[in-house]
């Protein structure tokens, strides 16, 4: 977790949770778990548990860190922040009380604006009820192809103020895509040894599709070797659009605060 993020889209991240299992093909060269071993490596205390070998790698089995929940209220200035860059807040093992203790911390900090990523939709839908909702809470679901679609329709199940899809990384056309209800979609290509390409014509495809239903749509990378080998510029331009209206102003202020 770290008060600075080079992650394009948001601006720190917070971990409150770290450890996750592969579930679809984007987990395939995950960032997270090769993070995980080089941080085990160093010797950072959150990545000493293996777990099941068979499903965790090195350092990177599910462990909640009580620990680190208050880290958000030490936090003065405003924030974007991006909630488990290094697990899944709706994977099995995280408790539900944790969960809940989570959202609390979320719901207790109004001035930041919270971004949450999850490939188990159908969690977040069971817990939904049990859960506050506050406006400064975004969810979204990763969808790297079009077999991972129905993850949309479970997230429109969710009482979110900002409902998102990270289409990242992007590994084939996502044609049929329904993005009602949808805010926001982020585009990206895979970056890192063995990462898989990506056609210019998927990403296209949901630039387009997010021009007609008016949803903002941000294209954080080509991928390559490295997450800036391809650079970011699609058809000659950046897109770098955002949530609007009241979501907008939301990081309009923490930005302005930085």
Not at 49 to 64: I, K, L, M, Q
Not at 213 to 222: G, I, L, T
Request: net charge neutral; with cysteine; glycine share 8%.
């Amino acid at each position: 977790m770290g008060d600075k993020s080079a992650i394009e889209w948001t601006e720190a991240t917070w971990n409150p949770v770290t450890g996750c299992d592969r579930v679809s093909p984007g987990c395939d060269n995950c960032y997270a778990l090769t993070l995980a071993k080089r941080l085990k490596a160093m010797g950072n205390a959150k990545y000493q548990n293996d777990g099941d070998p068979r499903t965790s790698g090195p350092g990177f089995a599910v462990t909640e860190h009580p620990d680190a929940l208050q880290l958000p209220h030490r936090w003065s200035t405003p924030r974007v922040v991006f909630v488990n860059s290094m697990s899944d807040m709706f994977h099995a093992r995280v408790t539900t009380p944790f969960i809940q203790d989570v959202f609390r911390v979320m719901a207790d900090t109004p001035r930041h604006t919270y971004q949450l990523l999850t490939k188990r939709p159908l969690r977040a839908v069971r817990l939904a009820g049990e859960l506050p909702w506050p406006q400064n809470v975004w969810l979204g679901v990763s969808v790297e192809t079009a077999t991972q679609l129905w993850r949309v329709d479970e997230l429109r199940k969710v009482p979110a103020a900002v409902r998102f899809i990270s289409a990242e990384p992007l590994l084939g056309s996502l044609n049929g895509l329904n993005l009602d209800g949808i805010s926001w979609l982020i585009a990206g290509g895979e970056s890192g040894k063995g990462h898989r390409p990506i056609q210019a014509d998927w990403v296209r495809e949901l630039r387009d599709l997010c021009a007609k239903a008016e949803v903002p749509f941000f294209f954080k990378q080509w991928g390559g070797p490295t997450p800036k080998a391809g650079g970011r510029t699609l058809d000659g331009q950046v897109y770098d659009q955002m949530p609007t209206a009241g979501e907008q102003d939301l990081l309009t202020l923490a930005r302005s605060s930085s």
